[in-house]
T-cell receptor, first 113, second 110 residues
């Protein structure tokens, strides 16, 4: 069974641009969560989607948004990029609501210049 | 995140030595999770603890959640180079958000 895949793996953008990251969960998984990891702030929860609905949201500005499609694939969008948005963005999928079944993708490393 | 504090921040041990990593919360934890991360990669789930006093083991790794459900420890027995990486604790809180600890970087010297 294929694992969680994230595309692209690496991305370079400039300030003010927007970016869309994609996450394909493990087949059969309906929950997708997104996290941002930076050296200064560590790993922080962005949001969680379950069956196309945002179920939980972390403390991030409205520039960060996401959505989930009927096939459970999820996208995350960041608008008006800032230098501080440079980070490793991880997504994780799980069957349902249990965090213990959460499987992580390899991440997308975003660099904002 | 300031919700979960891990200690130590980094650890360098000789192969074969035992070690302990701690994770402390100021709030009651509804679920405590331990993950391992290789630098720049995704996280690998290790263990989940829910009940106060619970203890789980997998191979040479043991995790405990204290009775008050505000602190957890991860203990590795007879460490090996394959144990090297970043260990992160994560937790569900009453606000339905998921927080991660500050991380502990482990280096095992052969």
């Amino acid at each position: 069974k294929a694992g969680v895949t994230q595309t692209p793996r690496y991305l370079i953008k400039t300030r003010g641009q927007q970016v869309t990251l994609s996450c394909s969960p493990i087949s059969g998984h309906r929950s997708v969560s997104w996290y941002q990891q930076t050296p200064g702030q560590g790993l922080q929860f962005l949001f969680e989607y379950f069956s196309e609905t945002q179920r939980n949201k972390g403390n991030f500005p409205g520039r960060f948004s996401g959505r989930q499609f009927s096939n459970s694939r999820s996208e995350m969008n960041v608008s008006t990029l800032e230098l501080g948005d440079s980070a490793l963005y991880l997504c994780a999928s799980s069957l349902g609501q249990l965090k213990e079944t959460q499987y992580f993708g390899p991440g997308t490393r975003l660099l904002v210049l | 995140s300031q919700e979960l504090e891990q200690s130590p921040q980094s650890l360098i041990v000789q192969e074969g030595k035992n070690l302990t990593i701690n994770c402390t919360s100021s709030k009651t934890l509804y679920g405590l999770y331990w993950y391992k991360q290789k630098y720049g990669e995704g996280l690998i789930f290790l263990m989940m603890l829910q009940k106060g006093g619970e203890e789980k083991s997998h191979e040479k790794i043991t995790a405990k959640l204290d009775e008050k459900k505000q602190q957890s420890s991860l203990h590795i027995t007879a460490s090996q180079p394959s144990h090297a990486g970043i260990y992160l604790c994560g937790a569900d809180t009453a606000g339905n958000q998921f927080y991660f600890g500050t991380g502990t970087s482990l280096t095992v010297i052969p």
